[in-house]
């Protein structure tokens, strides 16, 4: 079974550039999340899905993060501008749509450096 | 809210040695998960253990056990016989409710030398 995919691994931008990940789960899992992991610190959850919905964005700083779900299956995260405080690990993260199953699966996640 | 604390920043041990990760926990939920992933160096989160909070029976995996105790709120996690590849930073992690977020402990860096 394939796990799930993210790209790009690294990116290195300059402050108030732009950039985007994207994130392909595993099949057939309907729950997808983004996860913010900055170096030494636990991931925070920045925001969830279920399907193409989203279900808590409650962190995400939206007025320079976006992230979309379109018909359900990969998902994309947007910054702009990006801030120097954004350099961090982007984790994506899926699981099955079963409350008594509740593990998560994890992508190698992307390396944000910003300069 | 909840809140997860992992007090180790920094463990380092050497090889064959047991090391006892803690994990301290605070919630309002009487219905909660707890879960420990290993992260290596790689960066992926890889699951280890998942428990809910009407199961306090402590658990045996190989050379990994957890030691589930609700009156102090720990979760903690041994590692028996210590190998290299068990250096990683060990995250745990809480959720409750139906939406399975996870909130996630600072981590701590096991180093296990030869």
């Known amino acids: 079974e394939a796990g799930v995919a993210q790209s790009p691994r690294y990116k290195i931008i300059e402050k108030r550039q732009s950039v985007a990940f994207w994130c392909n789960p595993i099949s057939g899992h309907a729950t997808l999340y983004w996860y913010q992991q900055i170096l030494g610190q636990g991931p925070k959850l920045l925001i969830q899905?279920?399907?193409?919905?989203?279900?808590?964005d409650s962190q995400l700083p939206k007025d320079r993060f976006s992230a979309e779900r379109l018909k359900g299956v990969d998902s994309t995260l947007k910054i702009q501008p990006a801030k120097l405080e954004d350099s961090a690990v982007y984790l994506c993260a899926s699981s099955l749509d079963d409350p008594n199953t509740g593990e998560l699966f994890f992508g190698e996640g992307s390396r944000l450096t910003v300069l | 809210a909840q809140k997860v604390t992992q007090a180790q920043t920094e463990i380092s041990v050497v090889e064959k040695e047991d090391v006892t990760l803690d994990c301290v926990y605070e919630?309002?939920?009487?219905?909660?998960?707890l879960f420990w992933y290993k992260q290596p160096p790689s960066g992926e989160l890889v699951f280890l253990i998942r428990?809910?909070?009407?199961?306090?029976q402590n658990e045996i995996s190989g050379r990994y056990s957890w030691n589930f105790q609700k009156s102090t709120s720990s979760f903690n996690f041994t590692i028996t016989a210590s190998q290299v590849v068990d250096s990683a930073v060990y995250f745990c992690a809480l959720s409750q409710g139906s939406a399975r977020q996870l909130t996630f402990g600072s981590g701590t860096q096991l180093t296990v030398l030869p």
């Open positions: 428990r809910n909070s009407f199961d306090e």
């Open positions: 919630t309002r939920d009487t219905t909660y998960y």
């Open positions: 899905f279920q399907n193409n919905g989203v279900v808590d």
